[in-house]
């Protein structure tokens, strides 16, 4: 198990910060907002030495142009995603919207962490080599049957 650990990206990183969200979960347990859980998250990360960025702006292009505007809730050293809920578990929407974000940043890495009814976390990769091959999509069918 140690092994896999250490052969994943940031593992060293994403295990202090999982380790962040169940001291934050066992302090404060389950029932309150995401707003709440944010900002007991923003004093337990700077607290152990992170820099965690909130509300951190993802903007979303099509064919060169601004079409969207996200905001991922922290991004952490500049190089973990962090995307909180307080739902009753973690829903594949949920997944979904971790993934976009992943998608549309140079971030690799993105933790989807829930204050449930229990604690849950999910760890997502998405390296950016494989985001380089949906920078060259195939032309567009509208433009070959014009």
Known sequence: ???????????????????????????????????????????????????????????????????GQYFADFVVNHTILLELKAARSIESAHEAQLLHYLRATETEVGLLLNFGLRPQFRCLLFDNERKRIRENPCESVAKVLA
């Not at 700077?46 to 909130?54: K, V, W």
């Open 1 to 67: 198990m140690d092994r896999l650990r250490t052969k994943l990206k940031h593992s060293e990183l994403t295990a202090k910060i999982i380790r962040v969200f169940y001291d934050v979960y066992n302090e404060l347990g389950h029932g309150f907002m995401e707003s709440t859980y944010a900002g007991a998250m923003a004093v337990a990360l700077e607290e152990a030495g992170r820099r965690a960025g909130r509300e951190f702006s993802v903007p979303v292009w099509f064919r060169g142009r601004k079409v």
